[in-house]
């Protein structure tokens, strides 16, 4: 697994998940397994951009990009310049 | 007319994945008055079948409480059946005033504001009183009509993690930028029957200089030694900034809510909230049975006494028979049963048993966390509760469920 994969898996279980046996990787469903929900994808993004020092607009910032580690890493690759 | 055979099937096909998926919601038809008895055609066409009702909000019984019906009565004698208008037209009696004053007294606040439902209170309050600069940081359990009211206010939304108050402090220290926080939790938690912590979620809050919201629908009129709410329980009177809460589950069961709290917040509602702008207010007749409500509780604390000693006894009956249960000392108690099916089958079971109690499961609770969800009343009597048990040890017996452990439960039926 590359870095930001485990630095974004380590966040999202950190974050979200409130049972400590539960386990996930990279491509579990989040939004759509109802680990994350659209509100606490708020936090989620803040947590990217801050992290990676970029701005991701509203429009790709949606359930479907963000419904796996991997998928966010893939959003996250396109606005690093 | 636009509603084409290609629209028509394009809604079927969409109802027939909702059926597909097992989230098809069915009414059962009640032929009797809301109460611990009732008799229910179910299915729809079927014979009347008399049943314990294990599933109402119906904390203190009081839905059909023969004073309460009386000033029903008296109240639609006395200021008609509806008023044509909403609030500020000539929408509002001088009962609509005296209701916002006695819940003002109740859950010892500085004003009150009606409104039609607690779901158009919630769906209303936050867009009346935060902006865009505002950032609102809710408990991830909390009930729907706060999650609607969210998505329409344009401040920011974020959340913390169910009762953690560790995390709810780091996040008033992410958000330490805005103009104004707001924290927001239902009291008593409709799904697991726990409560909020409110007395550290106060002191975090003064400590951050944030504001405290609490839905208090599923404890008001029942929960604090004197029945005003999660609030009394945890010491923190006076100290909530706004609380939202329905006369349709303990207080009467009618409908109705409110929002109740801070002066300028109430205030920012009657200014703004658009559910009380733009919507009658409650009839004459439900606001004179909920001032009967609020008339009952003020005078003795019997009705909340009766179902604290309900509660525990049905808790204890439900242990001893080996179930598994959530933790919890409110009328709301979850007995667990993990898998989804199983938690409809058992729901099945109990209802040929004379039970009336429903099996919730995903999504309406987390994945692998389906369960009876049991609602005891002030209303139910020791026989109810005797007879109720009985049907969950027999219903128990017969899926081998009594003394076993999460673990086995799901080894037997699945995750």
Redesign the interface.
């Known amino acids: 697994m590359d870095e930001m994969a485990q630095v974004v898996l380590d966040y999202v279980k950190n974050e979200y998940l409130e049972d400590e046996d539960e386990e996930i990787d990279v491509d579990t469903p989040l939004i759509s397994g109802g680990i994350v929900d659209s509100f606490s994808m708020v936090s989620l993004k803040r947590f990217l951009e801050n992290k990676y020092n970029i701005s991701i607009p509203d429009a790709k910032a949606t359930p479907e990009a963000f419904d796996s580690v991997t998928r966010i890493v893939a959003v996250v690759r396109e606005f690093i310049k | 007319m636009g509603y084409s055979d290609k629209v028509r099937a394009a809604y079927q096909e969409q109802i027939k994945g909702i059926q597909a998926a097992g989230l098809f919601k069915q009414e059962r038809f009640i032929h009797s008055p809301q109460a611990a008895d009732i008799e229910v055609e179910f299915p729809t066409g079927s014979s009347l079948k008399k049943v314990i009702n294990m599933c109402a909000n119906n904390y203190l019984g009081l839905s059909s409480h023969p004073d309460v019906v009386t000033a029903a009565h008296e109240g639609l004698d006395h200021r008609g059946y509806g008023m044509s208008s909403v609030r500020f037209i000539c929408g509002t009696q001088d009962i609509h005033h005296e209701l916002e004053r006695k819940v003002t007294e109740f859950l010892g606040t500085e004003d009150t504001i009606l409104f039609p439902s607690c779901m158009d209170a919630n769906a209303g309050v936050f867009e009346a009183v935060l902006t865009k600069d505002d950032v609102m940081i809710?408990d991830?359990l909390v009930h729907a009509s706060i999650?609607d009211g969210?998505r329409l206010c344009s401040a920011?939304?974020?959340?913390f993690?169910?009762g953690n108050m560790q995390h709810l402090e780091e996040?008033l220290q992410?958000h330490a930028d805005k103009r104004m926080k707001m924290v927001i939790t239902d009291g008593v938690f409709s799904m697991d029957g726990d409560t909020a912590r409110l007395d550290e979620m106060a002191a975090l809050c003064e400590k951050y200089d944030a504001m405290v919201f609490v839905d208090d629908s599923h404890a008001s009129g029942f929960i604090g030694k004197t029945g005003r709410g999660t609030h009394e329980k945890c010491g923190v009177v006076g100290k909530i900034d706004i609380i939202t809460t329905t006369f349709g589950k303990a207080l009467g069961g009618a409908s109705g809510g409110c929002v109740s709290g801070r002066r300028e917040l109430v205030e920012m509602c009657r200014q703004r909230a658009r559910p009380y702008l733009f919507s009658n207010t409650i009839a004459p007749v439900v606001v004179s049975g909920v001032l009967k409500v609020l008339d009952i509780l003020s005078k003795s604390t019997e009705r909340r006494d009766k179902l604290e000693n309900n509660t525990a006894y049905w808790r204890k009956g439900l242990q001893d028979a080996g179930f598994i249960l959530k933790e919890g000392d409110t009328p709301i108690v979850p007995v667990m049963l993990f898998n989804a099916k199983l938690s409809q089958d058992v729901s099945r079971d109990l209802y040929q048993e004379g039970i009336y109690a429903i099996g919730f499961f995903?999504?309406v609770v987390?994945?692998g966390q389906a369960r009876i969800r049991t609602q005891i009343s002030a209303g139910h009597e020791i026989h109810h509760l005797d007879k109720a048990l009985e049907a969950f040890k027999k219903v128990g017996q017969k899926y081998d469920i009594l003394g076993k452990t999460k673990q086995e439960i799901i080894e037997k039926y699945g995750p």
């Not at chain 2, 920011?156 to 959340?159: F, K, L, R, Y």
């Open positions: 809710a991830r999650i969210m920011q939304q974020d959340t993690k169910h996040k992410l995903f999504p987390p994945q």
